[in-house]
């Protein structure tokens, strides 16, 4: 998903395409790029309706400190809420290096997250947690808790590698002095809202280059 996706207002409905200046220089003048959608005619703008890039709700996991990622061996386009491809998720220390619980046990992975989603748990004016971030999180990695063995008995019991991430990160509330939050709490506040901006993101790119462009049906849609 590397092309720029962008939202403008035409017609009295918000239409979706990606920026020309993800096309070849010599396309760029194209008039069928000028065109709306809708009615065909050359597109005018108001200063309210004019193109801007939608954020992109992917990012590149190894910049993201102290985060929360979620990603698939796929690709993000397998990220949406309608896809039944088995998710993976880790956890990022301050240097970018990814934590994450597998049938080999915890591996500490340089690269592999660069599209994925990312929440991040500690703010950056929090220095002393981050700088504790790192060394708890190694001395968690290597309880025998995630040795490889208990890999398959934690799946099934729907755990694995969100258990390995949400204990730690309770872990880390506990030393903050904060409460622990239960497998739904956080995954009611930090992850399903994520989630459903991503499905209608990937809903969004795939009408695009099917069709050249994408036409709101309802508010929600972005």
Not at 49 to 64: E, I, M, Q, S, Y
Not at 125 to 142: G, H, M
Request: with cysteine; aromatic share 12%.
């Amino acid at each position: 998903m590397e092309k720029t996706v962008i939202k403008y207002r035409h017609c009295g409905r918000d239409v979706y395409s990606f920026s020309h200046l993800d096309a070849p220089y010599s396309h760029r003048t194209d008039d069928s790029e000028r065109q709306c959608p809708i009615c065909h005619q050359t597109r005018t703008f108001g200063l309210l309706d004019a193109p801007v890039a939608l954020p992109c709700p992917f990012r590149n996991g190894h910049k993201v400190s102290c985060a929360f990622l979620i990603g698939s061996i796929h690709g993000p386009s397998y990220l949406g809420e309608w896809n039944d491809t088995e998710i993976h998720v880790g956890l990022s220390n301050s240097e970018g290096l990814v934590y994450n619980y597998t049938l080999s046990g915890v591996r500490r992975d340089a690269h592999g997250w660069e599209q994925c989603v990312c929440v991040q748990l500690v703010p950056p004016e929090r220095r002393d947690l981050r700088e504790s971030w790192d060394s708890e999180l190694e001395q968690f990695s290597v309880l025998p808790e995630w040795i490889p063995e208990r890999f398959s008995e934690e799946r099934a019991f729907g755990s694995c590698c969100y258990g390995f991430a949400l204990t730690f990160i309770n872990h880390m509330r506990w030393l903050d002095g904060k409460a622990s939050l239960s497998r739904d709490e956080f995954t009611g506040c930090h992850v399903l809202p994520r989630m459903k901006t991503v499905s209608r993101y990937i809903n969004i790119y795939h009408a695009i280059l099917q069709h050249g462009f994408y036409i709101a049906n309802t508010p929600d849609d972005m």
